[in-house]
């Protein structure tokens, strides 16, 4: 099977002038983005060594184009969001020891607040366009380390995840043949370059022939998110549920988002209530996929194309594994993967949940169960259950029933102080006696929270999912409180 780059290098070869990124501030034919590349790679040519390239640039075209050219001289490439704090950053270097870092006008000054030295910084601004020689453009894929991640935790620190280029080529050519991608089909862009999931953004468009195109800030979620994936004809969006579930405040009609064939939902659970607020507006035209895999497995390891029966369910399945992956569950109930290509751990050699007998397993952490039909659903993680005065209290399961209260458009669940607290983004009005009633007739009384604290937003991290340690902590006077007492 051709790698990612060589099916890119094909696409530069049919059709030049087509767009290949379309960005914030700039658009990027397949030429251009070649030529760029090409210059990239003739940089790194002149690093001695084959150590890792680390690639700090705002600028979707140099991450793309940096990108390509590490895997085009078979160099590890770690990209990272130019927002990540120099001290965490500078932990990602001394875990990663590159023989070069790429950098913009943004990544400048965070790569110099780290202190680090010791490698060959390479300005984006100084790279000049160089001719392509497509011959440099088909490298192959070995099975070895081609990329590192770091986990996005905002504690403790950051663990980067080893993975390999016949990863991502699975990945990304199972998804151009489930959605059709082809010349021309524009595909978001909503993801920092520092999670693996850009990865998905940026080469199913560029694999087959279509564009990838980069969201504004201003865009990335609610009624900016709505606006800019009508005028900009956007196809296909990948995103988190947590993401998604904010253009239920987006006045959106039945005849909204013209263009728009598919959803596919990853990083977090889906929820019921979103399927159902969405398929009320577009039925099941505008089709709804959940992805499910941790990074270290590399992006999407289980799929589902969620139905209207979803809907009214208690819980929206994972699916079915991708060609090649098998799934499995312990005796405990946690799902482990095995996957078609060896996974490579963690830098450093911490294990983690890899089994270090089989290189291609890996137990997530998560809890699941086979439905009848056969597709795996979710429980929640090992450590995601709570206890509430003794009793065993899945905070997904409670956001899940009040997402489905009058009013409600967003919700995250937390304990704080042995209390469980409901963190709500509601109508104006709020609707606080409508939603408390809701509860109490969808959960025992032990499982309804007794603390609310009421958002316009939830805060999010720079993947789009909740950021918990951004979450106010409630007001001192209502912890304890109970039932209506606590609004």
Known sequence: MTGVVGRWMRHVRAHPQDIAIH?????????????????????????PGGDPVL??????????????????????FA???VRTPPARLAMAIDDLRPGAVVVDRAGSPVLAGTGRKGFRTLDARDVRDHA??????????????GYVYFTSGTTGRPKGVVGSLPAITHFVTWEIDLVGAGRGTRVSSLTSAGFDAFLRDAFVPLCSG????????SARSGQGLAHWLETNRV????????????LRAADLTPGSLRELRAVLLAGEPVRPSDVRSWQELFGTEKELINLYGPTETTMTKLFHRITAADATADSVPVGEPLPGVTVR???????????????????????????PSDPHRFRTGDLGRFRPDGSLELLGRRDGQVKVNGVRVELDDVANVLMRSPGVHDAHVVLVDEKLCAYVVADDGRHEQEVLRHLREHLPPGVVPTVFVWLDELPRTLSGKVDRPRLPQPPEKTRGREGADAF
């Open 329 to 355: 569950l312990l005796e405990s109930g946690e799902v482990e993967l095995r996957t078609p290509f060896p996974l490579h751990g963690y830098l450093g050699g911490r294990q983690g949940g890899f089994d």
């Open 210 to 217: 279509g564009t990838m195109v980069v969201a504004p800030q």
């Open 79 to 81: 990209p990272v969001d």
């Open 235 to 246: 196809q296909i969006l990948h995103c988190v549920p947590t993401v998604f579930r904010t």
């Open 132 to 145: 392509v020689d497509p011959a440099r453009w088909d490298p192959g894929e070995p099975n070895g380390p």
């Open 23 to 47: 960005g914030r501030k700039r658009v990027a034919t397949y030429h251009d983005l070649a030529v760029r590349a090409s210059g990239h790679l003739a940089e790194l040519d002149t690093v």
């Open 55 to 76: 690639i700090a640039c705002a600028d979707p075209v140099e991450t793309v184009a940096a990108t390509l050219a590490a895997m085009a001289c078979g160099r590890v």
